[in-house]
C-alpha cells in the first residue's frame, strides 16, 4: 500500500495606507479625515490525501479552504470617487 498526505497552509496581509486630500483638493471636495487605511488578510488551506492499496486502485481526497477578509477603512466619500471615476 502506497498513501501520501500533503499540508498546504498560508496566510497573507496586504496593506496600504494613503492620503485622499490631493484627489479631494483636484475635485473640490471637502473631508474630515483625508487618510485611507487598506487591509486585505487572505488564509489558504489545502489537504490532499493519496492511496494507492493495489495497483489498479487509486484514490485522492481533496479538501481546500480559502477565505479573504477586506478591514479596509469605510470611506465616506465612496460614492463621491466611484461617481467621478465613471
Given amino acids: 500500500m502506497n498513501t501520501r498526505f500533503n499540508v498546504n497552509l498560508s496566510t497573507a496581509r496586504g496593506k496600504s495606507d494613503f ?7 483636484l475635485y473640490g471636495a471637502t473631508a474630515n479625515s483625508t487618510l485611507f487605511h487598506g487591509r486585505v488578510d ?7 490525501l493519496t492511496s494507492n492499496p493495489v495497483p489498479f486502485l487509486d484514490a485522492k481526497v481533496f ?3 480559502y477565505n479573504t477578509s477586506n478591514k479596509s477603512d469605510s470611506h465616506p466619500h465612496r460614492r463621491l470617487f466611484q461617481s467621478l471615476i465613471q
Fill in 63 to 65: 479538501y481546500t479552504y
Fill in 42 to 48: 487572505t488564509d489558504n488551506y489545502a489537504f490532499t
Fill in 19 to 25: 492620503d485622499l486630500s490631493p484627489l479631494l483638493a
